[in-house]
């Protein structure tokens, strides 16, 4: 059974808007401090944001002021808000657990953003 299950992606115009959600159980909830990464066709996995596990939060420069991580505990879920979305965001996005800024779990399937007019 998947640990980590992310939805919410889509193709959307520059400029736009898309929430990715990220449903794990609770024990993983209640534990890691969790991130959402991204990987573009032949690149590398890039964390975009995270947060800890008391709501603390942080971002990769180039997304601060457009994407906003969340955590709900009523569902056990882990929000990403994408906000004034350009054509470099276009990837597969992942959220795995975190520790010492290192992605501790099995990726899941991720979610595909395709931003372009």
């Known amino acids: 059974q998947a640990q980590l299950v992310e939805s919410g992606g889509g193709r959307v115009q520059p400029g736009g808007s898309l929430r990715l959600s990220c449903a794990t159980s609770?024990?993983?909830?209640?534990?890691?401090?969790m991130g959402w990464y991204r990987q573009a066709p032949g690149k590398k996995y890039e964390l975009v944001a995270l947060?800890?596990?008391?709501?603390?939060?942080s971002y990769k420069d180039s997304v601060k002021g457009r994407f906003t991580i969340s955590r709900h505990s009523a569902n056990n879920t882990v929000y990403l808000q994408m906000d004034k979305l350009k054509p470099d965001d276009t990837a597969v996005y992942y959220c795995?657990?975190?520790?010492?800024?290192?992605?501790?779990?099995?990726w899941g399937q991720g979610t595909q953003v395709t931003v372009s007019s």
């Open positions: 609770r024990t993983i909830f209640s534990t890691w401090t």
């Open positions: 947060i800890g596990t008391h709501g603390d939060t």
């Open positions: 795995n657990t975190i520790m010492y800024g290192v992605p501790q779990s099995d």
